[in-house]
């Protein structure tokens, strides 16, 4: 069961997304568009009105400890990979392993609050969120290089990359456009979908190496 994480990683968060979009604009709470189109709504924006925020929440929270099993368990698979690997790789992949997690859960618990304290927390837990994740993704992709699994590690290095430069992208469109909002939403969409398309390709990889986990109890 443990072997299917990244593939769950992957694909929860795109239902959360999508699925408290859809009934959002079923209940008439949020605009019938297309958001990676049209950049009518943030992701933050989808996830905390009702009724598709009970959705959002109720998959986005445990999805933080998925997030930090899969984090765990791909830190165990590369040193099975590369005895070698290094602190180099394994300090930075074992604290944005934490990171992404804690502040996933930050952002999802104040989310939908307006308090000035509160909207500082939501934007930090999301910030960090994000940058956990794509630097525990950039990590595992470089030291895949380093493996057999080339050809993927160059798609997940390809995709960590794409997601680092709209980022950059983002920061300029903010800081040049008049309104960035709508610029802002797509990227934060279109980056979103990429960072879970990562987790499906990591799953490849556990299956290509045939990966299994197990839990053993030393009985005394």
Known sequence: MLRWLPLIAGILPLVAMFGAFAIGVAYGTLPDCNPLIDGCRSISATGRQPPGSFLFRAIMLPQAMIFAFTWYLSWRWLRRLLPDIGRGYEIPLLVAGIVNPVALIIYVTFLGTSEPIYEFMRRTGIYFGFLGIAVAQLVIALAMLRTTLRSLARIM?????FVFAIGILNLVLKATLDDPDPAENRIEW???????AWFL????????????????????
């Open 190 to 196: 279109i980056a979103s979908i990429v960072i879970q």
């Open 201 to 220: 390709v990591l799953f490849v990889a556990w299956r290509r190496t045939g990966a299994s986990f197990s839990v053993q109890i030393d009985e005394r």
């Open 157 to 161: 290095l390809g995709m960590s990359v």
